[in-house]
């Protein structure tokens, strides 16, 4: 059992930059894919970027590369997300998650899920 806390949404004005963070409880934290996707109101659920196990392999949706930064601290059991340059249009909740086997930008392969934290652009 693996439980998700995000911590670093906020408003930001256009151009400006985030760094979410998901702290993990439970078991063999360094063993999950961890990820983030992100849910604007009105829109379907979208793949953000992942990481490996061991960090070192990543990867992103087309929409947020050059912009976004997924990393994590196996030690501190936690992942970030560094979020530059941010447009109105990527404003949404965002939701970490837990996963084992290999990366995958499908969301039902991620079996643990955050309860999210709120980003929003302002233009």
């Known amino acids: 059992q693996v439980q998700l806390v995000e911590s670093g949404g906020g408003l930001v004005q256009a151009g400006g930059s985030l760094r979410l963070s998901c702290a993990a409880s439970g078991r063999a934290f360094s063993s999950y894919v961890m990820g983030w996707f992100r849910q604007a109101p009105g829109k379907e659920r979208e793949f953000v970027a992942h990481i490996s196990w061991t960090g070192g392999i990543t990867d992103y949706a087309d929409s947020v590369k050059g912009r976004f930064t997924i990393s994590r601290d196996n030690a501190k059991n936690t992942v970030y997300l560094q979020m530059n340059s941010l447009k109105p249009e990527d404003a949404a909740v965002y939701f970490c998650?837990?996963?084992?086997?290999?990366?995958?930008?499908?969301?039902?392969?991620?079996?643990?899920w955050g309860q999210g934290t709120q980003v929003t652009v302002s233009s």
């Open positions: 998650v837990a996963g084992l086997g290999t990366p995958t930008v499908v969301a039902e392969q991620y079996r643990y």
